[in-house]
């Protein structure tokens, strides 16, 4: 797979699509072809997190540019930032795919160590097998339920009843990774046994959940666990795909969204809390990540 021509793929490039849609709006998709995504001349990034399962037949799928196979009952869980390609079906296939916007996922997954190891376990091992044991049954109910509103006839409430389903799916396959992260952990490797990018994230991942947003630089990170920012960023984005800096401000957005919306403190106050030089910088850096001005989200119906 080639390293250059790749286009990005969101949520909203769904809606316009020749997928077979069941069902799509700002924050989910859920469609049946790889067809568009991923080609043989084209690499994507994927602005979105997304899921396929391979229901029938076989995929073979470029990942992060390394090859995998898919076989059914597979499934690939697809984070923001992965870039797939040179995607292959076998003739007999039928895929199942799922999609969410990263603005969904920063509302329902909780910023904490857990959540980096989970990402860092999903980055190394986007692809897995689903099984009784790791929650097949469970899963098909949330699919039934989920295909069974999308089929219904819509009511007042239907996007915030689609919207709870997805996050308790959500929640229930982030659950069963954590378990599954445990298990490996309790039949794996001591610590003199674990990589160093892996010891450097999660040492990382429990500073960023204990810093609430506080600090924002990727210097004060390293320099607080002895190493260069330059080495600091190469074995974060080793170990997970992303970068400190990514992780960093993903995290200190998340914790002034809350903020704005949940407190009756003052704009520049909620600025000095987070430690902002004046209110003039605190107001760039959130238009800059959110689009829009602290006071502008505060009376947004976004959450």
């Known amino acids: 797979m080639e390293k250059e021509n790749i286009k990005t793929i969101s949520i909203e490039d769904f809606k316009d699509s020749s997928h077979v849609i069941h069902y799509v709006d700002d924050d989910f ?20 997190f997304l ?18 196979q898919l076989q059914t009952g597979d499934l690939f869980l697809g984070l923001p930032n992965t870039v797939i390609g040179n995607a292959m079906l076998s003739p007999k296939h039928k895929l199942g795919l799922v999609g969410f916007s990263t603005r969904f996922l920063q509302r329902i997954v909780k910023i904490e160590k857990n959540t980096w190891d989970t990402a860092a376990h999903i980055y ?4 897995a097998h689903v099984n009784e044991e790791s929650g097949e049954g469970i899963f098909e109910y949330y699919r039934s339920l989920i295909m069974a509103k999308v089929d219904d006839e ?12 997805f996050s308790a799916l959500l929640c229930e396959m982030i659950g069963h990774l954590n378990k599954e992260i445990a298990q490996s952990n309790e039949v794996g490797q001591s610590r003199e046994n ?37 080495h600091f960023s190469k074995v974060i984005k080793q170990a997970c795909g992303r970068t400190p800096l990514e992780l960093i401000n993903e995290s200190a957005i998340t914790h002034i969204k809350y903020r704005l919306k949940h407190s009756d403190r003052s704009i520049k106050e909620i600025a000095d809390e987070f430690n902002f030089p004046n209110q003039s910088f605190f107001g760039k850096y959130v238009k800059a990540y959110v689009g829009m001005s602290p006071v502008s989200y505060r009376n947004s119906e976004a959450e």
């Open 51 to 68: 899921i396929v399962v391979c229901v029938e037949g076989c995929i073979q799928l470029d990942i992060n540019y390394k090859t995998y």
């Open 154 to 165: 819509p009511h007042s409430y239907q996007k915030q009843v689609m919207q709870h389903l």
């Open 29 to 48: 998709a859920i469609i049946d072809s790889l067809e568009g995504i991923s080609d043989s001349n084209t690499a994507a990034r994927l602005e979105c």
């Open 124 to 127: 190394k091992n986007p692809v």
């Open 194 to 230: 674990i990589k160093q990018s892996d010891y450097i994230l999660r040492k990382f991942a429990e500073m960023l959940s204990k810093d609430n947003g506080m600090h924002r630089s990727v210097s004060y990170f390293a320099d607080a666990l002895c190493y260069s920012p330059k």
